[in-house]
């Protein structure tokens, strides 16, 4: 999660869909390149940017073949998620990303330099604690299904 969303907050204010796929590859593993690879998550995900096109804001979804019952927990969340933060700025993701990354709000401030007291409005305005919280969560729920 912390990946996508630093890829996010770098490319802002682009919106991306982003569909990953879990399951087994059918060929071997290139770390090089996925140039000749199959298998279920290319497919799954695939899939998923095809039912993603409609949607209007940055977004991630997960897909297996088997669609286990956790997996429809986690992309709800991730829907709720990623539509509150369609209003977003950039120093908002700039700053849940940072706590993502163990640092504190005083150190979010001196990285966009910007007062303590705004990072914490912003903070408190946009509940990036609440959206850190659920993203830890789901973060270690998608860990269980790879």
Partial sequence: MRDILEIMTAMYPVKLRVSL????LETELNPSQTLGMDGSPFH???NGIDSMKKIDYSHIQIFTE???QELCLINRSLDLTYSAMKGWKKNTFTVLLDRLKGE???DCAG??????RGVYKLASTNLVHQHYDLLMCLEQEINKLI
């Avoid at 796929?21 to 087994?24: A, D, T, Y």
Wanted: charged share 10%.
């Fill in 104 to 106: 504190s709000l005083q």
């Fill in 111 to 116: 990285n966009l330099n910007i007062s303590v």
């Fill in 21 to 24: 796929g879990i399951g087994n």
């Fill in 44 to 46: 799954t995900a695939r």
């Fill in 66 to 68: 088997a669609e286990p």
